[in-house]
């Protein structure tokens, strides 16, 4: 059990450096993490069916092609919120999502905040090697949100 544990957290993290790094998460990483739930549920099968889970992710695959639509959110995420909603299933994806929403939130929040009074100051040149273009260009590594509510939720899912 400890080695899916550990390697949960080991595609998570990579996903969200990636997202960091290029804002982009591979498609290897939410399907490892699929195959990685399918070990998991012949282990330790979960305290519900595997239909449930299925189910959960299906539902929130299809939400998240709408925003997808609207070009909310990247398809790198909503494959990566999709993985980890499998593992949430029924009992934990509310606490999941609403974690991740926040943060999402959050994060969008100080970007913006981030692009009005941080670079447009006199001192923001000295920063300009440390602050990432996606911040530049406004745009909002959702990733991150999406692997810091796994983990804050993460105790559930196993």
Not at 94 to 109: I, Y
């Amino acid at each position: 059990m400890i080695v899916v544990q550990i390697a949960f957290v080991t595609l998570l993290s990579y996903a969200l450096v990636s997202d960091v790094r290029s804002l982009i998460i591979p498609n290897w990483i939410s399907l490892a993490l699929l195959v990685l739930f399918a070990v998991y549920a012949v282990i330790a099968p979960p305290s519900t069916s595997i239909f449930w889970h299925a189910a959960v992710a299906l539902a929130v695959l299809g939400g998240g092609f709408v925003l997808y639509l609207f070009g909310w959110m990247g398809a790198g995420d909503i494959k990566l919120l999709t993985a980890v909603s499998l593992w949430a299933g029924p009992a934990s994806i509310l606490d999941f999502l609403l974690f991740t929403s926040v943060l999402g939130v959050a994060l969008a929040l100080l970007i913006r905040a981030t692009q009005i009074y941080v670079l447009p100051s006199a001192w923001s040149a000295r920063l300009a090697d440390h602050i990432p273009d996606w911040v530049r260009h406004g745009l909002c590594p959702y990733g991150i949100a999406i692997v810091i509510g796994a983990f804050m939720t993460m105790s559930d899912f196993f």
